[in-house]
């Protein structure tokens, strides 16, 4: 496999998890009308133009496989387009019980996780960050954005960094996979790289080793300047993986034990990992770089990094799962923290954390999020809240509506094709031809 055709430009850090700002449906939908019928079994009547789309991108063979999923209420009936093969030439078919690797659609999760723990009083939502971890005690702050790490480019910083800035983004903290400069080597230098792609050396994405524990990841970040001032800028960041280090603080165990025990296991997500058992590889999908017009596997299945054990579990880039099983938390945050009579999370921590719940004195000035608000882990525009991954994945919960509704695909970057973001779009058109809005 010709690895040494990527080129530094086409294919970047900085790219990689572009797909994380794109939420599925958001606000466009939260003025349009829904109902049952729109999910019929024949979906691809009900749904033409998002059917068309996937149709297209398969037949064109852009991508192994694609599907949206759709969901009312709490309908626990799983209604999808789509398909295609878990590989390219491969036969096996793809359906809702494939597995995805859904990158920053873990952030969510750990989000709803942070809340609940708020939700029972074990930490608080303005509480310092330096309460739970004292290493954040007394940050610095570049002056000049990527800017040298030198004395005269460093400042105190002046307000602590909060619980509310690490799920929103504007702590401060940097991503290796967005800055540049003095403080993305430093990232590399400490191993501050909270995800995985591929076992290969992809040129433009660099082979740093990543901090063999979060408890070590946590320490070693608190020893790098933060790129803004806490509460100041919208700022894609490792706040979230860096949560995760605050829940096995506060819960007394690792994170991933705490995520399974409190959210995935009381939700029914049977089929979500931080690593893929060796028993499921048969439903594993392979991942793809897009450049120069070709589609190239960078992590097939069967010797995905996915099925090693990461350094430490990525609460922001980390999961894999399926359609049905990311449905199925999708479900929970409709029922406002139940599923199927059970209460996973508390509804005041499922209504605050889709809630928009920026500070008043962030700006959004040419971020992500500009026009928008944002919640635990995702964006929240109207009365909808969701997020996208890496690989093309999106999700998204339409409380207004009651409408659940997700993309699945397997390529990188996200942004090498429009349908991500495009995803939104065919939705509503298709609720406007059936209802005429």
């Not at 939260?30 to 991108?57: C, K, N, Q």
């Not at 594993?284 to 069967?302: M, Q, S």
């Amino acid at each position: 496999m010709a690895y040494t055709q990527f080129d530094e430009g086409g294919f970047s850090r900085r790219s990689i998890l572009k797909g994380g700002a794109l939420v599925a449906g958001g606000g466009m939908l939260a003025t349009l009308p829904f109902g049952s019928a729109l999910l019929a079994h024949d979906v691809s009547e009900a749904w033409p133009r998002v059917a068309a789309e996937i149709e297209s991108y398969l037949a064109e063979k852009k991508v192994a496989n694609m599907i949206a999923t759709f969901g009312w209420k709490q309908d626990d009936h799983v209604h999808n387009v789509g398909g295609g093969t878990l590989a390219m030439g491969g036969t096996t078919q793809a359906d809702i019980n494939s597995l995805y690797r859904i990158y920053s659609m873990t952030k969510p999760i750990t989000g709803m996780l942070a809340m609940q723990l708020i939700s029972e009083g074990k930490m608080g939502l303005d509480q310092p960050l330096s309460d739970i971890l004292p290493a954040f005690a007394n940050m610095q702050v570049q002056k000049e954005y990527d800017g040298a790490i030198t004395e005269d480019n460093l400042e105190p910083a002046k307000s602590p960094i909060t619980i509310r800035h690490l799920l929103t983004h504007t702590a401060g903290l940097g991503y290796q996979i967005v800055q540049q400069g003095p403080i993305k080597d430093e990232y590399d230098r400490l191993g501050l790289v909270a995800g995985q792609v591929s076992r290969v050396p992809i040129p433009g994405m660099g082979m740093a080793q990543t901090a063999e524990s979060l408890e070590l990841f946590a320490d070693r970040l608190a020893t790098v300047p933060l790129v803004y001032q806490p509460g100041t800028r919208w700022s894609y960041s490792v706040g979230l993986d860096l949560m995760g280090r605050v829940i096995e603080v506060v819960e007394g165990k690792p994170f991933d034990q705490v995520m399974q025990e409190r959210i995935l296991g009381p939700t029914g997500m049977t089929s979500t990992f931080f690593t893929v058992p060796q028993s499921e590889v048969g439903r594993f999908t392979t991942n793809y770089a897009v450049f120069g017009g070709k589609v190239i596997p960078i992590d097939p299945a069967a010797s995905s990094i996915y099925l090693d054990k990461p350094a430490f579990p990525f609460g922001g880039a980390g999961l894999v799962s399926s359609p049905r099983d990311y449905d199925r938390f999708l479900r929970m945050l409709l029922g406002k923290g139940m599923i199927d009579g059970n209460r996973v999370l508390s509804e005041g921590a499922v209504m605050v954390g889709t809630s928009n719940i920026l500070p008043d004195t962030v700006d959004l000035t040419g971020s992500w999020t500009e026009g928008h608000g944002y919640g635990a882990g995702g964006r929240v525009v109207g009365c909808s809240y969701g997020w996208g991954g890496a690989a093309g994945t999106a999700a998204m919960v339409d409380f207004k509506r009651g409408l659940r509704a997700q993309l699945f695909t397997q390529y990188m970057p996200s942004e090498a094709y429009p349908i991500q973001g495009k995803f939104s779009e065919l939705v509503e058109a298709d609720l406007a031809a059936h209802y005429g809005v």
